[in-house]
């Protein structure tokens, strides 16, 4: 009796075990997923470390226009007093020659 119970409890298994292809199936596709989404885990890094090289260059960039504008503020400067005071000393003359 013990021996016809195992052996239907095994009948049972078995034929429960036969129909494994659609978890191999199911198995198959989720590797094919996980391949997917670590390629395109790795495409973003890759776009993201080009993203963060491209910003350290526009910094670099943007620093030494930063600089180029200060020379030629302070340049601008320089020139504008310049002209100021030939202004004054030409006035200063004018009033001179005149008031003689």
Known sequence: ?????????CAAICSGCTDLKP?????SALKSQIAR?????ESAHK???????????ASQAAGGAQRTAEQALASAQSAQASSRSVEAKIDGAFKH???K
């Open 1 to 9: 009796m013990k021996s016809a119970v195992v052996v239907l409890a």
């Open 23 to 27: 978890l191999e199936t199911d198995i």
């Open 37 to 41: 989404v670590q390629s395109d885990v």
């Open 47 to 57: 776009s993201s470390e080009e993203a963060a090289s491209s910003a350290h260059s």
């Open 97 to 99: 020659s005149v008031s």
